[in-house]
């Protein structure tokens, strides 16, 4: 009978660095707020008066439409590019390329200061048959207003880089996904929003979610169109006014840390909805496998590196061992008998 053994006692491994560095770090933010705090420079009591002035809180709703509008439209644009992308016809393909070579190599500051010099650009808007008197003819100043020319130039910006997300996204997409759907039947359209897309959008999600948050912050550049109306363009107005800059660049601050917080929620809870069931399938097969399998034992003891399943047994390495329940029990073989039993010479 052998002797019981004693508990093993584990003793949590000491960090006292990582303590030292936390306590660093903590000493260090307490300085900055209580330094932050007693500094009249950031003019705490005009921020307090500026936080929910009308013309802020306006300003933040001009924000966030200038960020739906334009992400929406930049994402429908780069879900037709990256398909352009992919399609089999080259001329198609060069010109989603193009787009893209264009649009993700030039600055979108540079790329607005062109949408607000549209007007001298383009003075007039002509339909008609080229070469000839235009049937229609409008001003383009009277036409486009500057916030639609704002949203114009922030989405077809924006397109390029969603393009190539949805592209990565349908291309993490098994190919034999695909080739299964088209057995079954079903069409490219049905396939792509039945088979491809809810797989592909794990992958899309994430930095999509980045990219609104990104949109967001890029608003505050609408002022090369010029578009004023904005967030950081109200608090540039009204600090011009005040002469006190640094007050009002803190409220249009914590105004887009306000937004970003929410997105960021939202993010989360998004990507959680569309992960459902990855992680806890492999924790439950996991477990599964786990609760089927046994140790293989014979006459001598355990066989290492070797299990059992319900009608076979693998072993862990480059091979596997299989078992027949219904063979008869193998015993070991005396040394003075012949394989079948009986005694030799």
């Not at 477990?287 to 293989?296: L, M, N, P």
């Amino acid at each position: 009978m052998t002797e019981e053994s004693e508990a093993i006692r584990a003793v949590r491994l000491r960090h006292p660095w990582r303590v030292l560095a936390a306590i660093v770090l903590v000493l260090l933010l307490a300085l900055f707020v209580l330094d932050a705090a007693n500094r009249p420079a950031f003019g705490w009591a005009a921020f307090a008066q500026y936080l929910f002035d009308p013309r802020i809180m306006q300003a933040a709703l001009n924000t966030l439409a200038l960020t739906v509008y334009s992400m929406v439209a930049g994402v429908l644009i780069g879900v037709l590019l990256a398909i352009m992308r992919l399609s089999p016809n080259p001329v198609v393909k060069s010109v989603a390329w193009l787009y893209l070579w264009v649009f993700r190599g030039t600055p979108v500051y540079v790329q607005l200061v062109f949408w607000g010099l549209l007007a001298t650009i383009y003075a007039t808007i002509d339909i008609g048959i080229p070469f000839t008197a235009p049937w229609i003819q409008f001003e383009t100043r009277d036409t486009i207003d500057v916030f639609w020319l704002a949203v114009i130039g922030l989405a077809l910006n924006e397109a390029a880089y969603m393009a190539e997300i949805v592209r990565a996204g349908i291309m993490s997409v098994d190919q034999g996904q695909n080739e299964a759907a088209t057995a079954l039947g079903m069409s490219w359209t049905k396939t792509m929003r039945r088979v491809v897309l809810p797989q592909a959008m794990r992958i899309i999600i994430p930095p999509t979610g980045n990219e609104v948050i990104s949109m967001l912050k890029t608003t505050s550049l609408v002022a090369a169109v010029p578009y004023s109306f904005d967030l950081y363009g109200r608090a540039r107005d009204i600090s011009a006014a005040t002469f006190d800059p640094i007050p009002l660049l803190l409220v249009a601050s914590a105004w887009y840390l306000a937004f970003t917080s929410v997105l960021m929620v939202g993010q989360y809870f998004l990507e959680k909805r569309f992960s459902r069931g990855i992680g806890m399938e492999r924790q439950t097969r996991r477990g599964s496998d786990a609760g089927r399998s046994g140790a293989v034992t014979t006459a001598t003891g355990p066989v290492p590196g070797v299990t059992t399943t319900a009608g076979a047994s693998s072993a862990s390495g480059s091979g596997s061992v299989e078992t027949d329940h219904n063979e008869p029990e193998r015993r070991p073989v005396d040394p003075g008998q012949t394989p079948t039993g009986k005694e030799s010479g």
